[in-house]
């Protein structure tokens, strides 16, 4: 059994900084790509970033220079630094991981609530 647990969302002003975690505990023996998506109100969930077992990492334009993905594979924890948030930053945002428990297989978190105020 594996659990994704994200935690660190909340309520920030626009221009703020939030940092998210995810930590992935359970009979895990490698954990792959890692990633954070949200969904804000009403539209489909996107990629906000990817972060592979070596480090080289991936944004789209929107969040480019302002999100930054890390990860502590010692600690099994990926991070997401968000800063110069903006009120179209507001989602769900959740957690995602490639993980070897038996198999290779794709695992998600439950997802923290961010809301941007402007």
């Known amino acids: 059994q594996v659990q994704l647990v994200e935690s660190g969302g909340g309520l920030v002003q626009s221009g703020g900084s939030l940092r998210l975690s995810c930590v992935a505990s359970g009979s895990i023996f490698s954990i792959g790509t890692m990633g954070w998506y949200r969904q804000p109100p009403g539209k489909q969930r996107e990629l906000v970033a990817r972060?592979?077992?070596?480090?080289?990492?991936s944004y789209p334009d929107s969040v480019k220079g302002r999100f930054t993905i890390s990860r502590d594979n010692a600690k099994n924890t990926a991070y997401l630094q968000m800063n110069s948030l903006k009120p179209e930053d507001t989602a769900v945002y959740s957690c995602?991981?490639?993980?070897?428990?038996?198999?290779?297989?794709?695992?998600w978190g439950q997802g923290t609530q961010v809301t941007v105020s402007s």
């Open positions: 972060i592979t077992t070596g480090g080289s990492t």
């Open positions: 995602n991981a490639m993980v070897l428990s038996g198999t290779w297989a794709n695992y």
